[in-house]
Every structure is written in structure tokens, then in C-alpha cells.
């Protein structure tokens, strides 16, 4: 297995740009995370998705980002005007039904830097 | 409060020697429990999974669960330098929302 994939590794934009980063969860996975790690505030959840419904996106940090998960094998993170607080390291992570003992597995991460 | 609380450190321990990284929790619903290690520039890796008071052991690692205490931890024997690394404490939500809540994490430091 490939495990969870991720794209772009890295992305630099300038401010007001729209950002677009990729994920292909681990197929037969129905949990789907998206979470966002900076020094300052760590590993934060931002939305999940439950075959491919969103659950829960409280938290979102505000209408800039956006999630979709058209089918079970690819979902998107947008922000759109990016701004330059937004650049974090974003991870994308699958389960296999939720909280379970094998608990997430994590992509690589997109490295997004905002100037 | 934060709802998941690691002390940053880092913790520095010489090789050979047990480290033991700590975690409290806040919501005392929670049921499962997790430790993770994330080596630096990489993503998180599962190494522990613990859901019943007591002990649980994998090899090297052995996890602690006091849900009285809303505590969970993880002990390192025979430490490596290959186990600095900053691990990542995690703990499901209550309500059956099925949802990860990170600690900041502690970093590990183990010196030959």
C-alpha cells in the first residue's frame, strides 16, 4: 500500500493567491482528517469527512479554507486569499473507521509558505 | 485549559536510560488513547495505542493509562539515539465524534 498521498510536498505563494493541496487517502479508509501543525498551536484538526460526508469542520479557522471530498479516493484543502499566517505544514490523514487501535495514518505533509 | 497537555521539554536522557514522557487530558469521557513520534521535518507515526487502566507493552515501549487521573504515558527503556524524535500524545473525543485532539508534544533528546 502507498499509504496516504499528498501533493505538492512544498508550495510558496504570494499573498491573495488561491491554494489548492491534494490528498489520496488509503483505499478502503472511510475516515479522512485534515489537520494543520505549526510551532505555535501544534497539530490542530481543521475538518474530517466520514465517506466522504463532512463531520466536522469546526475547526476550520475561517471562510478562507475550504474542504471538499468528491469521491473516496481524493479530497482537496483549499484557502482562498491566502494569507501569510496561514503557512504551516498541512497533514492529510486516513483511518479506518475512525479512532480505532490502528489509529491514523498521516501522508507526508504539504509544507505551505505565504509571502 | 488546554484539552491535551504535554510538557515540551526537551526531555534529554543518555543512552541506555528509561525516558518517560507525560500527558494530561481534560475530557474525562475519553476512551482511547494514543502516543505518536514525529522525527523532525516528518509526519506522525503510531507507536501506541492504549484504551484500559494499567500497563500495555511493545517491545521497548510500555504505555500507562490512569483514567482516574485523566493521565497517560509512555516509557522509553533501553533509550536510543535513533528515539529522539518529539512524541506526540492523542486522545479521542467523548460523544463518539471519532476525532483525534493532539498535545503539543514533548521532544526526546537522547545523547550516546
Known amino acids: 500500500d502507498a499509504g496516504v498521498i499528498q501533493s505538492p510536498r512544498h508550495e510558496v505563494t504570494e499573498m491573495g493567491q488561491e491554494v489548492t493541496l491534494r490528498c489520496k487517502p488509503i483505499?478502503?479508509?472511510?475516515?479522512l482528517f485534515w489537520y494543520r501543525q505549526t510551532m505555535m498551536r501544534g497539530l490542530e484538526l481543521l475538518i474530517y469527512?466520514?465517506?466522504?460526508?463532512?463531520?466536522?469542520d469546526s475547526g476550520m479557522p475561517e471562510d478562507r479554507f475550504s474542504a471538499k471530498m468528491p469521491n473516496a479516493s481524493f479530497s482537496t484543502l483549499k484557502i482562498q486569499p491566502s494569507e501569510p499566517r496561514d503557512s504551516a505544514v498541512y497533514f492529510c490523514?486516513?483511518?479506518?473507521?475512525?479512532?480505532?487501535?490502528?489509529?491514523?495514518?498521516f501522508g507526508s505533509g504539504t509544507r505551505l509558505t505565504v509571502v | 485549559q488546554k484539552e491535551v497537555e504535554q510538557n515540551s521539554g526537551p526531555l534529554s536522557v543518555p543512552e541506555g536510560a528509561i525516558a518517560s514522557l507525560n500527558c494530561t487530558y481534560s475530557d474525562r469521557g475519553s476512551q482511547s488513547f494514543f502516543w505518536y513520534r514525529q522525527y523532525s521535518g516528518k509526519s506522525p507515526e503510531l507507536i501506541m495505542f492504549?484504551?484500559?487502566?494499567g500497563d500495555k507493552e511493545d517491545g521497548r515501549f510500555t504505555a500507562q493509562l490512569n483514567k482516574a487521573s485523566q493521565y497517560v504515558s509512555l516509557l522509553i527503556r533501553d533509550s536510543q539515539p535513533s528515539d529522539s524524535a518529539t512524541y506526540l500524545c492523542?486522545?479521542?473525543?467523548?460523544?463518539?465524534?471519532?476525532?483525534?485532539?493532539f498535545g503539543a508534544g514533548t521532544r526526546l533528546a537522547v545523547h550516546p
Open positions: 492523542a486522545v479521542e473525543t467523548s460523544g463518539g465524534y471519532n476525532k483525534l485532539i
Open positions: 490523514a486516513s483511518s479506518l473507521s475512525g479512532t480505532g487501535p490502528y489509529g491514523y495514518t
Open positions: 469527512f466520514n465517506n466522504n460526508v463532512p463531520i466536522d
Open positions: 492504549i484504551y484500559s487502566n
Open positions: 483505499s478502503g479508509h472511510d475516515y
